[in-house]
């Protein structure tokens, strides 16, 4: 069944640590992207790809950077994490022809 | 000025009620509409979507989109306790790459 996944769900981890979250789609879909969204607050795009080789930045300003060597993988990496970043942190991807965006089942972080 | 309006709620049903949730746009070249289901610190599930204008069914729920109004809603009859959840409206252009969220609305359905 074609799906969307993101692991770690949950991390905890100290000021400073470098972490990479993890987001893959079998579904074929060129386009991916993350949000950021915190509890009872409205989704903020931080990245988007088009398709391999291919990334821009989204609305939120963000420290996190991302990369799309294939098709199927976009992960995102926080290079020194620290408290403000904690949020939950929101994988999709979107299919062209019907315009519609599908979403992962998220990866909270806590920053101590 | 938001290009997608969601009134947050919270909104609060007894079970078996008929739900009205609605969203407000200002871009009138928005072609793509959706209805997202959030459960708390889950992802959001794509319930419903519509190209241009019209009404869809799927069960208990339906969509519906005014483009002459800028309006669109999902009216959820029936309602039960499970659809308890945080809803979602979001809308795409024809061409480009970018969706666009509402806040999301909160609904409690009492059993």
């Known amino acids: 069944e074609a799906d969307i996944y993101q692991t770690p769900r949950y991390l905890v981890i100290g000021t400073g640590k470098k972490i990479t979250l993890e987001c893959s789609q079998t579904?074929?879909?060129?386009?991916m992207y993350w949000y950021q969204q915190d509890p009872g607050m409205e989704l903020h795009l931080i990245h988007y790809?088009?398709?391999?080789?291919?990334?821009e930045k989204g609305d939120l300003s963000s420290e996190s950077t991302v990369s799309r060597i294939r098709t199927e993988h976009f992960p995102l990496t926080l290079e020194s994490a620290r408290p403000s970043h904690t949020s939950q942190y929101l994988c999709?991807?979107?299919?062209?022809?019907?315009?519609?965006?599908?979403f992962g089942p998220g990866t909270r972080l806590t920053v101590l | 000025q938001k290009e997608v309006e969601q009134d947050p709620g919270p909104l609060s049903v007894p079970e078996g009620a008929i739900v009205s949730l609605n969203c407000t746009y200002s871009?009138?070249?928005?072609?793509?509409f959706m209805w997202y289901r959030q459960y708390s610190r889950k992802g959001p599930e794509l319930l419903m979507y519509?190209?241009?204008?019209g009404n869809k069914e799927d069960g208990r729920f339906t969509a519906q989109v005014d483009k002459s109004s800028k309006y669109i809603s999902l009216f959820i009859r029936d309602s039960q306790p499970s659809d308890s959840a945080t809803y979602l409206c979001?809308?795409?252009?024809?061409?480009?790459?970018?969706?666009?969220f509402g806040t999301g609305t909160s609904l409690t359905v009492i059993p």
């Open positions: 979001a809308m795409r252009l024809n061409t480009g790459n970018q969706f666009y």
């Open positions: 790809s088009y398709g391999v080789n291919s990334t």
């Open positions: 871009n009138s070249a928005f072609q793509y």
């Open positions: 579904m074929g879909h060129d386009k």
């Open positions: 519509t190209y241009s204008s």
């Open positions: 999709a991807s979107s299919e062209y022809s019907r315009g519609v965006q599908f």
